[in-house]
């Protein structure tokens, strides 16, 4: 057996750990991990474990315009059969406030963002909201409560 493989099978010790943490730095000061991407990758395993159909995303609607850029907005997701309707407000910054209207109230409905999990509670016309601490990403995941259960929606990802 050489140095290197009696080496590589014992335990890191405190000269392994500075000179990992050093490449550590250097690898996220010259090639970081992109805005976004352990979301993005999240949503790809739910989407996968739950074999679950994603929302088409319909055309997003500005509300009202006070500049030339204005992230308030409205946007539609549209399943076989929910459409889900959001309304995004960040007028409370750093606060973020989703309002959604679901097209039935047989549903759950599970909204995932920059603060975790929340079950969003519906009212009998199927509004719902839920408020963030701050910005980030945030997707639903929407579950018929009728049987035959179908697939779960997911919609895919957006910036609050």
């Known amino acids: 057996m050489s140095d290197i493989d009696e080496l590589a099978g014992q335990p890191l010790d405190a000269a392994d750990e500075r000179i990992l943490r050093s490449l550590g730095g250097i690898v996220a000061a010259n090639d970081p991990v992109p805005a976004g991407l352990l979301e993005r990758v999240k949503f790809a395993l739910t989407v996968e ?15 009202g315009v006070r500049a030339s850029y204005e992230p308030i907005t409205t946007v539609t997701f549209n399943g076989d059969e929910v459409t889900v309707l959001l309304t995004l407000d960040s007028e409370r910054r750093p606060r973020r406030r989703i309002t959604g209207w679901l097209s039935t109230t047989e549903v ?15 009212d009998e016309d199927g509004r719902f909201e839920v408020d963030f601490s701050r910005a980030g990403l945030v997707h639903l995941v929407i579950q018929q409560t009728t049987e035959p259960r179908p697939q779960p929606l997911i919609t895919p990802p957006i910036q609050i």
């Open 49 to 63: 474990a739950l074999g679950a159909q994603v929302a088409e995303l319909l055309e997003p609607t500005p509300v």
């Open 108 to 122: 759950t409905v599970q909204v995932h963002g920059p603060d975790g999990q929340v079950d969003a509670t519906l």
